[in-house]
């Protein structure tokens, strides 16, 4: 009689600890590659806000080669007749219909409103309406232009990165609008602001300097008249507007101990860092600093650019 052999072959799943081990490694692989993807992305973004500098940066030069080496004011008042040769812009301002924020008045704007209309920039047909190409808002554009158009992104002059906070008024208030028409911006989550340095205000209103009274006519800067421009911020990150007054309260970034807040106006939204454009067209990430004084300590000026 034949024999016949059966033969079971048995087979093994995964135990346990397999499991355990394999789970183990995914985890540690993904903490590894998430904070380099996470790292690529932000410069990802830097490098799209560094173009938008470049871009800003071309423009001014070419304001600058068109009257007579003058440095873009960083606000302007073209309603007296003896500026109709510095060049106006829009001269139409629409009713805000938004009461928290203030649009401003014909022939008064800021560095981007002249930079906007010098270079025929618009947002082209049926963005936002015919009114875009009167309305001061478009340049460097407020919420409420987001808020119309959420896909909006093609102002050179608000940045790739958004900003990282609202800001809060001393009596604990929101800003009821980006400077310089307002207090500030509450624009959490929005692309963030460029702000230029408000040392170069021309308007005839602007503070003093130095205890020194700007003229009747406004205040003026050649790029001969800055002493150094390779170290004269002109645009920094910020999330309060499109100017930044070269004071020490918008540069403080030490927290009060009575009411927990920073006055700081620069907004660091680069792992850490924040993007400064300086005169000569250059631009330069920035780690925190303590204080106006310990910032251009370090090299950086933002007063008296006209003097040694």
Known sequence: MQVT???????????????????GLIVVILAILLPALSAVRTQG????SMSNLRQVAAFMQIYSNDNRDTVVPSQFDYRSDEFINKGRVRSIIPENPYSDYNLGEAHVGTWADILWTDNGLTLGAGVLGAEESHAYRYSAPDRVVYETSSSYRDSPFRSMALNQRDVMTSDGNFGNG?????????ESGLPGYFAANDFFNARPDAPDIDGVSPPSTGRWYSMGQIRSPVRSMYVVDSFAGSVIAPEEEPYDNIVDTGTGQRTIQVDFRYSGNALMLFLDGHIDPKSPWEDLEGLQAGGTRIQALDRR
């Open 45 to 48: 973004i830097m490098g799209n």
């Open 5 to 23: 052999q059966v033969y079971s072959v048995r087979r093994h799943g995964f135990t346990m600890t397999e499991v355990l081990v394999v789970v």
């Open 178 to 186: 980006p400077t310089p028409y307002g207090t500030g911006a509450t």
